[in-house]
């Protein structure tokens, strides 16, 4: 995998986990797998006295309430009639399935999460008497990271994940607001724009944002990309001081201000701040 991309656990299983049976299955239910042609769906046959067919998504996967006097045939045909539905709402469902893990995974020592492009390590305690107690601390150079490094939690060792979480956003945004206003500085000496002020953003849908009047927002959470595609959000966000739209124009002075922009936008175009990573 390139340092260009941003770098996530790989959640691909050989068999969906919606063809795995549940640990528990409701008292009288049955689990029932349905194929057609090279698709096939496992769900939680549940009777009742309702009137028609119904299918719900929950914590374990599919399940399918059907009334008493109901052949299996008949389950099975409304099964097959609805599969590119159920097919789609499973693939949801086990895409969260696999960030809820990924997250619950990363929250240990040990754990791995995405930083400039590489994947870091997380610990819990302190390296060394050099160290300053208190506030984590990066073991290598946090301007030019290697995959492997290991950032240090000063926490004690039966913390839980909400301490993780918080000590390790906290450095991860302390890191994006030094980064992301060097970055600033140099696109500004480069071309002679100014800007009004910038500041970091929490926004779940935009990586970035750009006002008439010269405030920029940054999504803090393109810290965890290369440094590459944090110099593309720069670019684009800086462009719109000379082109507020997304024009022919625009385009071309984003590539005034960064040649390379494709591939980065590219890359940027298949994730989304909220989910990127799930921490």
């Not at 240090?152 to 206003?181: I, V, Y």
């Amino acid at each position: 995998m390139s340092q260009l991309e941003l770098l996530l656990s790989d959640t691909s299983t050989p068999v969906p986990d919606w063809l795995v049976a549940p640990e528990t299955i409701p008292l009288g239910a049955k689990w029932r797998v349905v194929r057609s042609g090279d698709q096939s769906v496992g769900f939680v046959l549940v009777r009742s006295r309702r009137r028609s067919i119904g299918f719900m998504i929950i914590d374990e996967g599919l399940r399918v309430t059907a009334p008493n006097w109901v052949t299996l045939g008949q389950i099975d045909e409304a099964v097959i009639e609805k599969m590119p539905w159920i097919l789609s709402k499973l693939q949801d469902w086990q895409a969260r399935k696999a960030q809820l893990a990924m997250a619950h995974t990363r929250w240990k020592s040990g754990g791995q999460l995405p930083y400039m492009g590489h994947q870091i390590t997380l610990r819990i305690g302190v390296p060394g008497p050099h160290v300053p107690h208190g506030r984590a601390h990066f073991e290598g150079n946090p301007e030019s990271p290697e995959v492997g490094q290991t950032l240090w939690l000063p926490l004690p060792n039966d913390a839980d994940t909400h301490r993780m979480r918080d000590m390790t956003q906290a450095w991860l945004q302390a890191r994006a607001a030094a980064w992301f206003d060097q970055r600033i500085k140099y696109f500004l000496d480069k071309t002679g724009l100014t800007i009004r002020a910038w500041r970091l953003s929490s926004a779940a849908t935009r990586w970035g944002s750009c006002t008439s009047d010269g405030n920029i927002r940054l999504n803090w959470r393109l810290i965890h990309f290369s440094p590459m595609v944090i110099d593309y959000v720069i670019a684009h966000e800086l462009a719109h001081l000379r082109e507020m739209n997304h024009s022919h124009d625009f385009w071309s002075e984003v590539e005034q201000l960064y040649p390379d922009y494709h591939t980065a936008k590219k890359m940027l175009q298949q994730h989304t701040p909220e989910g990127v990573p799930n921490i």
